[in-house]
């Protein structure tokens, strides 16, 4: 090959490695995800105990999914809602597009900007988290489901519609994520009937699951084996949990009977003989 021509192979080497580290950067890289997740977190005042769980435990839940399943990337969407408690002072939505960088991930959940507290009184803009969702660069080969995790519905099932002020939808963004085979899985951080009713249909719609939280301790491994059961790899998560034996607590064990077998599991229920 010429002088000339391996200058030319050279530039287009260099080229297509620039390219690949831009989208990298983007969280638009993902030939090799093999599972694609985004957590979305009310980050309202009734939900502080939930976020700080979280927060706390963060590096090792990605230690933990990517032990097993090292090609996950992850995204989050923090949502409030609108008015003076969240869109007018702090803001509606910030997210973390999908990425494989765990110090991006960690870096956003202990973000001085991710303001935690003000809201929680009523429905929140959880419809308008679900588009922010619907518009990320998802990987069309791969698994996708997005975790909600929250207390209160969204704007349109105990109140009207157009109290949300940019006009969304729920059922139209939970359509329109349906049709990009995107799973909800949503975790119900209290017992209200009207947030159970709306977090059960958007999991069904799409092919997630519900999942009651017994203990705020349960949340981490709760994230994890979302995750690995979208992998395939829930089996190895849960001979780990279970390798204590006796010493693991009834509500971890109702945890993997919710995500092994599907079963409906309420905070009160004990183990089926």
Known sequence: ??????????????????EKE???????????????VVFMIDTTGSMD???DEVKHNMIRIIENILEYSPKVRMGFVAYKDHGDEGEDEYYLTKILPLTFDRKDITEFIHSSELYIGEGGGGPEAVECALREAVVFHWNKAAPKAIILIGDKPPHGVIDGLKSCTRMRDY???VKALK????KIYTVLCNNTSETEGNFRWMAN??????FYLKEISDLSDLLTGICLKETGQLAYFERKMLGKGDEVPLSKKLLLLQLKDGATVKPNDSLPS
Do not use: H, V
């Not at 010429?2 to 530039?11: P, V």
């Not at 831009?22 to 694609?36: H, I, N, V």
């Open 179 to 182: 049709k990009k085979q995107i």
């Open 1 to 18: 090959m010429s002088a000339e021509g391996l200058k030319e192979k050279k530039e287009n080497i260099l080229k297509m490695i620039n």
């Open 22 to 36: 831009k989208l990298l950067k983007e969280g638009r890289f993902y030939a090799d995800s093999s599972l694609d």
């Open 205 to 210: 719609e799409t092919g997630g699951a519900f």
């Open 49 to 51: 105990p939930y976020i």
């Open 171 to 173: 059922r139209e963004e």
